[in-house]
C-alpha cells in the first residue's frame, strides 16, 4: 500500500509542477515511475503466485489421513489360547462404517458359542477375495488362534489373512544358529531315553562340536564316525551338522516333556530361524516341521505354537506345489485344529487327502505302508525319474504326478481319506539309521498299529495298500488288532487289502548284496524276509486262516522283471510263487520290483486294476 501511495505522491508532484527549465528533470520523474511501478508489479505477481500455491496445497487430499481414518474403525486384540474359557477378548464397532460391518459381523460369529457358525464363520472368510488390504489385516488382527488356525486349513484362504511372523531374537553375541541349535539339544533331559535317542543325541552332540571346533581354529579328529560325515561337509557343512541335531531333536519332541523343554528353552524361534536360513534345503525344513508337528500333538503348546508365528509359515507350505513339504504342513495343522479334526497324526502317519477342511464326507480310509527301503511319498510316484516327474507336475497334475495316491486317486474318490504310513527299514545294519534299532516286523507292526489307531483308523471302512515288506506289517497288524478288544473296530471295518510284490512265503533277497558288508550283516527285516523264516512261514498261516474267516477281498499284484540292487545284482525279488497268497487274485505285471506300485500314467492298468479294486469293495459303504 505505501508504494502504491508514492506512486501517486510522484504523479501528482508532475502534474502541479512548473515546467522546469531542465529537461533531464523530467526524464527522471519518468524513470522513477516506471521503477515503482514495475516494482508494484512483481510483489503483486508473487504475492498471488504464493496465495494460489497454499490454496492448492490446502485442497488436496490426503490418502494416507483416510487409509488412517478408515483403520481406526478397529482395536486390536491380543488372545492368546485356544481355550474358549480363556478367552475374554472382545471388539469395539465404534466408528464403523457401513461397508466394514461385514468383517466385523464374521469376526463376531467367528466367536460364538455355536460350533456351527464358527465354521460358517471361517468358510465364508476364506471364500471372501474381493477385500481391500486393510480388511485382510483387520481379521489377521483381531481373530483368535482357532479361527487363524481354520483359516490356515481352509483351500482358498488368502495369505493375507496371516501376518509375518514376530521378529525373532537375536543371536547371542559370539554366537551361530549352529552352537543355539546345540544347545538346546544339550538341554533336554538325557534320562530315561531308547537306544535310538540316546544314539542320535551323543552323535550330534559330538560331530556339531567337532564342527565347531573345526570353525573356531581347532584340529578336526577324521576318525571314528567322523570320517564319513566329514567328506559330506564340503556341500552343505553347516546344514549337515545341524541335520544331526534336528534328528535329534525330532527324536525328542516324540516325548511329550521333551516338547515342554523345546518351548521354554526357545526352540519354536530357533527352529524358525533355521527355516528361514534353509528356504534352499528341503530336508532340513521337513524335519522342523515334524518337530513342530509332535509338539502340536500336546494341546497345552497350541497358544506358544501360533504366537510364534508358525501357522503363517504351514500356510503357505500347505500351498506348496510340493507333495512333500505340503504333506507335513497338513500334518501340523490338522494336528492344531481341534474344531473339526479329533484324530491326532503322530510322526510318519501323512494325510494325502483331504489335507483341508472340506464339507465332503468322508466314508472310508485308505492306508498306504510302503516296504523296505521305501518312504510315504517316493514309493507311490508315477514310474519315472523324480526329478522329471516333479517338472511335468506342475505342468499338467491329470498325467504327471509325484504321488499318485494324493492327485490320481483322491480325484477319482473324493470321499476317501488317504492315509501314507513313513518308517525307516535299511538292508543292512552298517546302513542303518540307528544301529541299535533292530525292529522287528512284530515290534513295527503294533508301533503302526497304534499311531494309526490314534488317527482314527477302525472308524470307518479300511482297504489296506502295501508294497512288499509293507505287506507283512499290514497281516501282523491286523493278527494283532484281532487279539486285542481296543482294536477291534480295525478289524470290524477292514474291506480288503492289495498287495504288491509282497513275498509272503519269503524272498532271496538276504542271500545277496550288494556288497560285503551287506552279505556279513543284513537287517533284522532282511532276514525276516528269508524263505526258511519261521516267523514268515506262522505269519503265513495264521493269516491265511484269519483272512478267509473274516471273508476279505484281496487283490495280489507281481513283477515278471528282475530287479538291479546295486550295480552288482540282478534279482527277481518277489517270484510268482512267493507273491500268492493263496486266496485272491493274483496278477503278474511286467515290471520290476522297484515299480510294480508305480504305474507309467493314469490310465495304465496298474492303476485302474486298483482303483477298479477300491471302488467295488467299498461300493456300499459310498453309496450310504
Excluded at 193 to 222: H, M, N, P, R, V
Excluded at 394 to 422: F, G, H, N, Q
Aim: with cysteine; charged share 25%.
Amino acid at each position: 500500500m505505501s508504494l502504491a501511495a508514492y506512486c501517486v505522491i510522484c504523479c501528482r508532484r508532475l502534474g502541479t509542477s512548473t515546467p522546469s527549465p531542465k529537461r533531464h528533470t523530467y526524464w527522471r520523474d519518468i524513470r522513477n515511475i516506471i521503477k515503482f511501478t514495475g516494482s508494484l508489479i512483481l510483489g503483486g505477481s508473487l504475492f498471488l503466485t504464493y496465495e494460489i500455491l497454499a490454496l492448492k496445497k490446502s485442497l488436496t487430499l490426503d490418502t494416507q489421513v483416510v487409509e488412517t481414518e478408515k483403520m481406526k474403525s478397529y482395536i486390536y486384540v491380543h488372545t492368546a489360547s485356544l481355550n474358549r474359557r480363556e478367552s475374554h477378548g472382545t471388539f469395539s464397532t465404534v466408528d464403523v462404517e457401513d461397508h466394514e460391518c461385514a468383517v466385523w459381523l464374521l469376526l463376531r460369529k467367528s466367536k460364538s458359542e455355536d460350533r456351527t457358525a464358527r465354521l460358517e464363520a471361517v468358510q465364508e472368510m476364506a471364500e471372501a477375495h474381493q477385500w481391500h488390504d486393510y480388511q485382510y489385516r483387520t481379521v489377521a488382527q483381531a481373530c483368535d488362534p482357532r479361527t487363524l488356525v481354520g483359516l490356515a486349513r481352509s483351500k482358498d484362504s488368502d495369505l493375507r489373512f496371516f501376518l509375518p511372523p514376530p521378529l525373532l531374537p537375536p543371536l547371542k553375541e559370539d554366537s551361530s544358529t549352529e552352537e543355539e541349535l546345540r544347545q538346546l539339544l544339550a538341554s533336554l533331559p538325557q534320562t530315561e531315553l531308547d537306544e535310538c535317542i540316546q544314539y542320535f543325541t551323543s552323535l550330534a552332540l559330538s560331530e556339531s562340536s567337532q564342527s565347531l571346533a573345526a570353525q573356531k581354529g581347532g584340529l578336526w579328529c577324521f576318525g571314528g564316525n567322523g570320517l564319513p560325515y566329514a567328506e559330506s561337509f564340503g556341500e552343505v557343512p553347516s546344514a549337515t551338522v545341524e541335520m544331526f541335531c534336528l534328528e535329534a531333536i525330532v527324536k525328542h519332541s516324540e516325548i511329550s516333556i521333551h516338547c515342554d523343554n523345546i518351548e521354554a528353552n526357545g526352540g519354536l524361534q530357533l527352529l524358525q530361524r533355521l527355516y528361514q536360513l534353509h528356504k534352499d534345503y528341503p530336508k532340513v525344513q521337513r524335519n522342523i516341521m515334524r518337530v513342530i508337528g509332535n509338539m502340536a500333538l500336546n494341546e497345552h503348546l497350541h497358544s506358544a505354537i501360533v504366537r510364534s508365528g508358525w501357522v503363517s509359515i504351514m500356510a503357505e507350505a500347505l500351498k506348496s506345489q510340493h507333495i512333500m513339504e505340503a504333506s507335513h504342513a497338513a500334518r501340523t495343522l490338522a494336528n492344531l485344529d481341534r474344531e473339526t479334526v479329533q484324530e491326532k497324526y503322530q510322526d510318519g502317519v501323512y494325510v494325502l487327502h483331504p489335507q483341508h477342511r472340506t464339507s465332503q464326507p468322508i466314508k472310508a480310509d485308505v492306508l498306504f505302508i510302503h516296504g523296505l527301503m521305501g518312504a510315504a511319498f517316493k514309493t507311490w510316484r508315477q514310474q519315472d525319474s523324480e526329478q522329471v516327474l516333479t517338472e511335468k507336475a506342475l505342468e499338467d497334475e491329470d498325467r504327471y504326478t509325484t504321488c499318485w495316491p494324493k492327485t490320481w486317486l483322491a480325484r477319482d474318490c473324493p470321499a476317501l481319506r488317504i492315509i501314507s504310513v513313513e518308517y525307516d527299514t535299511s538292508l543292512s545294519d552298517w546302513r542303518a539309521r540307528c544301529p541299535m534299532e533292530r525292529k522287528s516286523i512284530a515290534f513295527r507292526s503294533n508301533e503302526l498299529l497304534r499311531k494309526l489307531r490314534a488317527a482314527g483308523v477302525g472308524d470307518r471302512p479300511i482297504i489296506w495298500i502295501s508294497h512288499s515288506m509293507g505287506g507283512l506289517l499290514v497281516k501282523k497288524m491286523l493278527l494283532e488288532a484281532s487279539k486285542k478288544p481296543e482294536m477291534s473296530t480295525v478289524i470290524k471295518n477292514t474291506r480288503g487289502i492289495i498287495f504288491y510284490s509282497v513275498p509272503h512265503h519269503g524272498s532271496r533277497l538276504a542271500e545277496y548284496s550288494v556288497n560285503i558288508r551287506y552279505l556279513l550283516f543284513p537287517s533284522l527285516e532282511v532276514k525276516e524276509l528269508s524263505k526258511d523264516s519261521p516267523a514268515l512261514k506262522a505269519l503265513q498261516d495264521d493269516f491265511l486262516e484269519f483272512a478267509k474267516d473274516k471273508k476279505l477281498q484281496v487283490l495280489n499284484f507281481v513283477e515278471t522283471q528282475p530287479t538291479y540292487i546295486g550295480s552288482m545284482i540282478k534279482l527277481h525279488v518277489v517270484p510268482e510263487e512267493s507273491a500268492d497268497l493263496g486266496i485272491g487274485d493274483l496278477i503278474p505285471v511286467d515290471v520290476n520290483h522297484l515299480n510294480i506300485c508305480k504305474p507309467k500314467k493314469k490310465d495304465a492298468f496298474l492303476y485302474q486294476r486298483t482303483l477298479q479294486f477300491i471302488r467295488e469293495t467299498l461300493a456300499k459303504d459310498l453309496e450310504n
